[in-house]
């Protein structure tokens, strides 16, 4: 089936994408040729818009290269196209944390990258670092959050998790740890772990109450070291650390991203599910959005030594209070 196409349609748009992906060195028509099993005339002919694409090419385009259809088809609309991803019992920890760990490759991936991290909670890489802090956290979200059956009647013991597991939650810390990143956070970010183990205490949800203890100081621990490293303003993987502080707003968990041409924003919710977006007109509105916020946030990465003292302060009387 062959139909005309003008130089402002969807195909050439979508073309487009990838073209501004590859590299001067790199043909389209070859890329695609290769790819969809056609002949370069025939490639080159879906490239002048002479022939339109199959939905099975666009689905083998899409899935090789990773481009946006929503930032297509809705650029300019009030509409939003979104990419919805939730994880319930039977979207397994290790799926989950396979795609967190394909979300940062991209990123790292990507030779000029912005990512502003808007963020409610403290991110949850920053965990993974931590082995007993990450089996926690995971432990709480499979048994309260996604209400995993095989969680229903266990309490929480050290040691539960697969090793598999955690090796997967420290590779995402460790490509975390490695990208450059802004981040916006409240006093709140500790709260969220806080009244998790509050909770548990509450409930009886421990093996040992002495674990409850032992996860506090854990996290008094924790505080400090990222304390240590915004002080230098860089993650043990080398990635720079800028965080500001922001006394007005609770971000919400959000994430602008900026890697090389293309423009995307994640918000988590629901703790453990994502929604993503590439189209445009809502990147354009969000990074806005992001810009604004650090403009009313204080800088305390590298400088401002007072006002990080003053905010790390009250995470930690937070965390003391609980110690008690």
């Not at 930032?71 to 019992?89: E, G, K, R």
């Not at 790292?108 to 082995?131: C, G, M, T």
């Amino acid at each position: 089936m062959t139909s005309s196409l003008d130089s402002n349609s969807i195909q050439t748009a979508f073309l487009s994408q990838i073209k501004n992906k590859l590299s001067d060195s790199t043909s389209l028509a070859d890329e695609m040729a290769e790819l969809l099993s056609i002949s370069r005339d025939s490639a080159y002919r879906r490239i002048r818009g002479e022939t339109v694409l199959s939905l099975d090419e666009v689905k083998k385009l899409y899935d090789r290269f990773g481009l946006s259809l929503d930032a297509i088809v809705s650029p300019n609309s009030n509409v939003v196209l979104i990419q919805h991803q939730a994880a319930d019992y039977t979207y397994s920890l290790k799926e989950w944390l396979n795609s967190l760990i394909y979300n940062l490759e991209l990123a790292r991936s990507s030779q000029n990258l912005e990512l502003i991290f808007a963020a409610k909670d403290i991110p949850v890489f920053q965990y993974f670092r931590h082995p007993e802090l990450a089996e926690f956290k995971l432990f709480v979200w499979s048994k309260s959050i996604i209400k995993d059956p095989a969680y229903e009647n266990k309490a929480y013991a050290p040691n539960f998790l697969p090793r598999e597991i955690l090796a997967l939650a420290a590779k995402a810390w460790d490509l975390y740890a490695s990208i450059p990143i802004t981040e916006i956070w409240s006093d709140e970010v500790i709260n969220g772990t806080l009244k998790q183990i509050e909770f548990y205490v509450e409930c009886d949800y421990f093996e040992n109450q002495n674990q409850a203890a032992a996860l506090v100081e854990q996290l008094s621990q924790f505080i400090a070291q990222i304390k240590a490293e915004v002080t230098e303003g860089k993650k043990p993987g080398g990635g720079s650390m800028t965080l500001y502080c922001n006394e007005i707003l609770i971000p919400d968990n959000t994430i602008f991203a900026r890697m090389d041409s293309q423009r995307v924003v994640y918000i988590n919710y629901n703790t453990m599910d994502l929604l993503t977006s590439y189209q445009n007109s809502f990147c354009e509105i969000t990074e806005n959005y992001m810009r604004n916020l650090i403009k009313n946030s204080t800088l305390i990465s590298a400088t401002a030594e007072k006002e990080r003292n003053r905010f790390f302060g009250k995470i930690e009387d937070k965390i003391l209070v609980h110690k008690k």
